[in-house]
């Protein structure tokens, strides 16, 4: 189901525009939660209640030319020393390892969790796995139940992430099998699971079902399994906890960043365009269709400034009501930190939040909607909307005697 096509000059995002008249700018701090991580690369609540955030190690090089990866656990915001889920074995490659963690919407009963991670050979597994019965912080490691696996055609570009929806559907995110300028089209080519965003039922069947509504069941030739496709590597997708918004970061080529938005009563079956365009430009138009064909990027930027690579986020629905209906994302290169508004979901209003010298692998939230920020050199950080912490006796804006970890005033 198709929702709008911008034309191309209407999906520029503008770093110096303003947020609306109405609204206060909020100011950010980022507070350390916790150090000593390796390549964290995912920060995941379980929906259990306990407060504990899981995350994703990457993987370290323990044995020559392969990874191993880690679930690590944060509790009371103390790093626990032993994993939760350790995953020897992965392919070594900068953008390999383990890559996505989701905990199933029933985990407090069922104990179910599943993961995305790129094994020696390179291919994509998404399996799941089961909580220890005699241990809430270890993970069985014997219960993997393998569930899908995609094959590789080169190292880069494996999207990972991992994400169940407001439906109960697990949505999983692909890249489009790597190298450059994707080679192969294959992002356009609706019989592979590459280039795509999937959506499939894990309760329906095993190793899973495809839900009955997923835009291409019955189209000859197409994985049923797809939801959307044209996407180069979604690197995090989240949905608005509010309103069922999915927003996707989707990272460029050689020259743009992009933010795609599908709104909750969408059907699914958009084309985002890879590689047909490359945000909101046109990239290799051979073979492709008309423009109205191709869902634009709502947000776009260029690598101007030595920017690079988009990491999504989400649009905050936590504590701090200054930040409240912000998609906050960020530049993995950079470290720059972005907030952007709309009243419509047609006309986004987009500010530089922060401004850090943090590697952003990913946001996460926590059970309250509190948003953190993972740096791959190591470290956790709590989004603060600044302005509104009051109650210590210090004055809006003011950071005198804040315990100011990465940004401020």
Same mark, same amino acid.
């Given at each position: !189901?198709?929702?709008?096509?911008?034309?191309?000059?209407?999906?520029?995002?503008?770093?110096?525009?303003?947020? *609306?008249?109405?609204?206060? %700018? *909020?100011?950010?701090?980022?507070?350390?939660?916790?150090?000593?991580?390796?390549?964290?690369?995912?920060?995941?609540?379980?929906?259990?209640?306990?407060?504990? =955030?899981?995350?994703?190690?990457?993987? #370290?090089?323990?044995?020559?030319?392969?990874?191993?990866?880690?679930? +690590?656990?944060?509790?009371?915001?103390?790093?626990? $020393?032993t994993p939760f889920l350790t995953i020897a074995g992965l392919a070594n490659g900068n953008e390999q390892g383990f890559l996505g963690l989701a905990f199933h919407p029933s985990y407090s009963a069922n104990g179910f969790f599943y993961v995305n991670y790129t094994r020696g050979n390179g291919d994509t597994i998404v399996s799941r796995f089961e909580v220890s019965?005699?241990?809430?912080?270890?993970? @069985?490691?014997?219960?993997?139940?393998?569930? !899908?696996?995609?094959?590789?055609?080169?190292?880069?570009?494996?999207?990972?992430?991992?994400?169940?929806?407001?439906?109960?559907?697990?949505?999983?995110?692909? /890249? #489009?099998?790597?190298?450059?300028?994707?080679?192969?089209?294959?992002?356009?080519?609706?019989? =592979?699971?590459?280039?795509?965003?999937?959506?499939?039922?894990? @309760?329906?069947?095993?190793?899973?079902?495809?839900?009955?509504?997923?835009?291409?069941?019955?189209?000859?030739?197409?994985?049923?399994?797809?939801?959307?496709?044209? &996407?180069?590597?979604?690197? +995090?997708?989240?949905?608005?906890?509010?309103?069922?918004?999915?927003?996707?970061?989707?990272?460029?080529?050689?020259?743009?960043?992009?933010?795609?938005? %599908?709104?909750? $009563?969408?059907?699914?079956?958009?084309?985002?365009?890879?590689?047909?365009?490359?945000? @909101?430009?046109?990239?290799?138009?051979?073979?492709?269709? *008309?423009?109205?064909?191709?869902?634009?990027?709502?947000?776009?930027?260029?690598?101007?400034?030595?920017?690079?690579?988009?990491?999504? /986020?989400?649009?905050?629905?936590?504590?701090?009501?200054? &930040?409240? /209906?912000?998609?906050?994302?960020?530049?993995?290169?950079?470290? %720059?930190?972005?907030?952007?508004?709309?009243? #419509?979901?047609?006309?986004?209003?987009?500010?530089?939040?922060?401004?850090?010298?943090?590697?952003?692998?990913?946001?996460?939230?926590?059970?309250?909607?509190?948003?953190?920020?993972? #740096?791959?050199?190591?470290?956790?950080?709590?989004?603060?909307?600044?302005?509104?912490? =009051?109650?210590?006796?210090?004055?809006?804006? @003011?950071?005198?005697?804040?315990?100011?970890?990465?940004?401020?005033?």
């Amino acid at each position: !189901m198709k929702f709008r096509a911008l034309p191309l000059f209407a999906v520029v995002l503008a770093f110096l525009s303003s947020p *609306p008249s109405s609204a206060r %700018q *909020p100011t950010l701090r980022l507070d350390l939660v916790a150090g000593g991580l390796s390549s964290p690369i995912a920060i995941v609540d379980a929906g259990d209640g306990s407060g504990r =955030l899981f995350v994703i190690e990457q993987g #370290d090089e323990l044995v020559p030319n392969e990874k191993t990866g880690r679930i +690590r656990i944060i509790e009371d915001g103390t790093l626990l $020393a032993t994993p939760f889920l350790t995953i020897a074995g992965l392919a070594n490659g900068n953008e390999q390892g383990f890559l996505g963690l989701a905990f199933h919407p029933s985990y407090s009963a069922n104990g179910f969790f599943y993961v995305n991670y790129t094994r020696g050979n390179g291919d994509t597994i998404v399996s799941r796995f089961e909580v220890s019965a005699g241990n809430a912080n270890l993970a @069985d490691a014997n219960s993997e139940m393998v569930m !899908m696996t995609i094959d590789q055609p080169f190292s880069n570009h494996n999207g990972g992430h991992l994400l169940f929806g407001p439906d109960g559907y697990l949505y999983i995110s692909s /890249g #489009d099998g790597g190298s450059a300028n994707d080679p192969g089209n294959r992002a356009q080519n609706l019989s =592979l699971r590459l280039g795509k965003l999937l959506r499939i039922d894990v @309760d329906g069947a095993l190793p899973f079902a495809i839900p009955g509504d997923n835009p291409f069941v019955g189209t000859a030739g197409a994985l049923g399994e797809i939801w959307s496709y044209g &996407l180069r590597n979604p690197w +995090r997708f989240s949905f608005d906890r509010l309103t069922g918004d999915l927003l996707i970061g989707d990272v460029g080529q050689v020259a743009r960043e992009e933010i795609d938005f %599908q709104p909750a $009563a969408s059907g699914g079956g958009e084309n985002w365009g890879w590689r047909c365009y490359e945000g @909101d430009n046109p990239f290799n138009t051979t073979g492709c269709g *008309p423009i109205g064909d191709y869902e634009f990027p709502i947000l776009s930027y260029t690598h101007g400034g030595g920017r690079c690579s988009v990491t999504g /986020g989400y649009r905050y629905r936590g504590p701090w009501s200054s &930040l409240d /209906g912000y998609y906050v994302y960020g530049d993995f290169c950079t470290g %720059q930190i972005w907030g952007a508004t709309s009243a #419509d979901n047609l006309t986004w209003n987009n500010v530089e939040l922060l401004n850090t010298s943090l590697l952003i692998t990913s946001f996460g939230e926590d059970s309250m909607g509190s948003l953190y920020v993972a #740096d791959r050199s190591g470290s956790i950080y709590r989004v603060i909307g600044f302005q509104e912490v =009051l109650s210590d006796g210090f004055e809006s804006g @003011d950071c005198t005697g804040w315990p100011v970890v990465v940004g401020g005033c």
